[in-house]
């Protein structure tokens, strides 16, 4: 996973999920709540579902995830 403040060139298009370091929660890409996200909470993962969890982070709590 990357951070923000990672010196490598983040595009949303080569990343999975978007975790919020503050709450410990990830998002989909196109989830509305990114935007409201502080670019210094933004942790950017290109890994599956389980392997973040495994980091401790759990998945946003919104009931449009069916297909989360």
């Known amino acids: 996973f990357l951070s ?5 060139d983040i595009t949303a298009s080569s990343f999975s999920y978007i975790g919020n370091a503050n709450t410990l929660k990830f998002h989909r890409l196109n989830c509305r709540n990114v935007s409201q996200m502080s670019d210094k909470n933004k942790v950017y993962f290109d ?3 389980e392997e973040i969890i495994s980091k401790g982070y759990k998945r946003a709590n919104i009931a449009s995830l ?3």
Not at 4 to 8: C, G, L, R
């Open 66 to 68: 069916k297909s989360f």
């Open 47 to 49: 890994e599956t579902r």
């Open 4 to 8: 923000e403040s990672s010196e490598f």
